[in-house]
T-cell receptor, first 114, second 115 residues
Framework: EPEVTQTPSHQVTQMGQEVILRCVPI?????FYWYRQILGQKVEFLVS????????KSEIFDDQFSVERPDGSNFTLKIRSTKLEDSAMYFC????????????FGAGTRLSVL | AQSVSQHNHHVILSEAASLELGCNYS??????LFWYVQYPGQHLQLLLK??????LVKGIKGFEAEFIKSKFSFNLRKPSVQWSDTAEYFC?????????????FGTGTRLQVTL
């Protein structure tokens, strides 16, 4: 079964540092997403990406966040200057199409900001 | 804004007991409905989904869910739980915003099955 791959599985960083979380979506998928889950809270939508641009973003996705598809396979989430409250599990997802298309989720990257 | 409510935060059941986890959403338009499961240390996995048709949907591992449109509900059920069902369960509602699919998740229900 195809799967979305995320690396690293756990990232530890110091407050104020930049981090890049990487994702390899399913190869024929065109829509990409980042979600996050703060410990004990619900999964929250961050951003969706299609055709090399952001199609929708949430209030959480401020100027500290950016996304990029640097090549044909990777999809990255960059946090420019991490804060303690950025500590969470970050999930990448991809789907073949919007609407009724199913989104497949990766295993997540645990980000710990110290 | 769309919202999803899961009323049970932590459920403890003995093996072989029946399970029903509640999920309600607020959105007047067409929705896609999902239940995801997250086993300890693992990623979110799809249990079942509803897009249209028969409102009673069957998923993997003996789970099923019923979409009741008039109640804006999509409750998850299993007649007899197993210890291996211990996990966190998330209800999610999919909306098409015009440019992309967006899933809104509930806060999750932690299910603990005891032997």
């Amino acid at each position: 079964e195809p799967e979305v791959t995320q690396t690293p599985s756990h990232q530890v960083t110091q407050m104020g540092q930049e981090v890049i979380l990487r994702c390899v979506p399913i190869s024929n998928h065109l829509y990409f997403y980042w979600y996050r889950q703060i410990l004990g809270q619900k999964v929250e939508f961050l951003v969706s990406f299609y055709n090399n641009e952001i199609s929708e973003k949430s209030e959480i996705f401020d100027d500290q966040f950016s996304v990029e598809r640097p090549d044909g396979s990777n999809f990255t989430l960059k946090i420019r200057s991490t804060k303690l409250e950025d500590s969470a599990m970050y999930f990448c997802a991809s789907s073949e199409a919007p609407g009724t298309s199913l989104a497949y989720f990766g295993a997540g990257t645990r980000l710990s900001v110290l | 804004a769309q919202s999803v409510s899961q009323h049970n935060h932590h459920v403890i059941l003995s093996e072989a007991a029946s399970l029903e986890l509640g999920c309600n959403y607020s959105y007047g338009g067409t929705v896609n409905l999902f239940w995801y499961v997250q086993y300890p240390g693992q990623h979110l996995q799809l249990l079942l989904k509803y897009f249209s048709g028969d409102p009673l949907v069957k998923g993997i591992k003996g789970f099923e869910a019923e979409f009741i449109k008039s109640k804006f509900s999509f409750n998850l059920r299993k007649p007899s739980v197993q210890w291996s069902d211990t996990a966190e369960y998330f209800c999610a509602v999919g909306f098409y915003t015009g440019t992309a699919s967006k899933l809104t998740f509930g806060t999750g229900t932690r299910l603990q099955v005891t032997l």
